[in-house]
């Protein structure tokens, strides 16, 4: 199956620092990526849908300014947490589709902010 | 829209034991039907999907899931667990036929607890 390569698989950050992670589609062209954060124990909430060459789209609820989304290629989309503060702690998956069917998944991106 | 309930947020079964694990949905369309295991500190690996054709799903590690489209249920099933389908489980549908990206709705997942 297609795979989606998300990196780093964590980070820790001080609080007031930036922190970027890349989500790449390494066989397969994907002009739409998802951002997803996920709390302990919780599922899955969709924070932005990525457009390749266009701007983001947010989630009601989520701070565009804070969670900056960079979808340059259509192998590469970043997220980048501006201004991380503890509250930002959390467990971040970026997923592509292919087609309008099945989603890949990254491996996921643990933030932990100081 | 559509909407996902998982009912069990956990469901502890001994080793070589049945297992069944609930997803029912809600929509007014069409939809497919996914379910994915997430393993610790690991991002979502497909289990299998339900796209058309025969209601009885067959997907990886053992599982099968089998859509019920008067009960708008697809329950996991798996005759005997191992240790290593400890994991959580989400069920998750997005709608047929949108062109273009789609977003999932995912239910809130079921922790299984597999004991020796």
């Known amino acids: 199956g297609a795979v989606v390569s998300q990196h780093p698989s964590w980070v820790i950050c001080k609080s007031g620092t930036s922190v970027k992670i890349e989500c790449r589609s390494l066989d397969f062209q994907a002009t739409t990526m998802f951002w997803y954060r996920q709390f302990p124990k919780q599922s899955l909430m969709l924070m932005a849908t990525?457009?390749?060459?266009?701007?983001?789209?947010?989630e009601q609820g989520v701070e565009k300014d804070k969670f900056l989304i960079n979808h340059a290629s259509l192998t590469l989309s970043t997220l980048t947490v501006t201004s991380a503060h503890p509250e930002d702690s959390s467990f971040y998956i970026c997923s592509a589709r292919l087609g309008n069917t099945e989603a890949f998944f990254g491996q996921g991106t643990r933030l932990t902010v100081v | 829209a559509q909407s996902v309930t998982q009912l069990d947020s956990q469901v502890p079964v001994f080793e070589e034991a049945p297992v069944e694990l609930r997803c029912n949905y809600s929509s007014s369309v069409s939809v497919y039907l996914f379910w994915y295991v997430q393993y610790p500190n690991q991002g979502l690996q497909l289990l299998l999907k339900y796209l058309s054709g025969s209601t009885l799903v067959k997907g990886i590690n053992g599982f099968e899931a089998e859509f019920n489209k008067s009960q708008t249920s697809f329950h996991l099933r798996k005759p005997s667990v191992h240790i290593s389908d400890t994991a959580e489980y989400f069920c998750?549908?997005?709608?047929?036929?949108?062109?273009?990206?789609?977003?999932?709705?995912f239910g809130t997942g079921t922790r299984l607890t597999v004991i020796p």
């Open positions: 998750a549908v997005s709608e047929r036929g949108q062109t273009g990206a789609n977003n999932l709705f």
């Open positions: 990525s457009n390749e060459g266009s701007k983001a789209t947010y």
